[in-house]
């Protein structure tokens, strides 16, 4: 069994955000794989089902982006998995807009989601899948950048990425990161 968590802020304010592709890429994962995000608990909207042939539980943390260990590792502990049963997608703001980059540890690259879970974690060890979002123009604040919708224009990019990011993480599932990185990377 796998855990896959979208990081992303919840709430509409962030529905659809830059932030927020973790939570695009697990909706699509849900809707590719017929899983309902239907149970409540353990501080978020999850479900369980199977990705190709993998038992896999997907979550949306209902915490905000730098509180995601808090529901991160109450789903792992209930579900009796250690770090490396976790993948997370998130965005990243030093990638090309639809770049993808799988990692099978490292820091946190600035990414506050993923420093939260370093620390709730106690290690670096755990998959992630990052979303390119690229930089913002300049005179715009990164954090205005990255709470703000895409542009119509991005409409296009952002599903392929998503489709692509989704993709990414089955061949994590079934292959393994080494693998997955070999393809994706």
Known sequence: MRLVVGLG???????GTRHNIGFLV?????????????HRGFLAHWGRGK???????LAKPQTFMNRSDLAVCS???ELRLGPTGLVVVHDDLDLEPGRLRIR?????GGHRG?????????TDEFVRVRVGIG???????PIDYVLAGYADSEAEQVAAAIQHAAAAIVAVIEEGAE?????YN
């Open 9 to 15: 802020n919840p709430g509409p304010d962030y529905e």
């Open 26 to 38: 697990v909706d699509r994962l849900a809707r590719q794989y017929r899983i309902a995000l239907k």
């Open 114 to 122: 993923v420093l939260s879970l370093i620390e709730g974690l106690g």
């Open 179 to 183: 693998a997955a990185m070999n393809r």
């Open 135 to 141: 930089r913002p123009p300049p005179g715009i604040d």
């Open 51 to 57: 990705a190709g042939g993998t038992e896999v539980v």
């Open 75 to 77: 789903l792992l502990k």
């Open 104 to 108: 099978p540890y490292g820091g946190s």
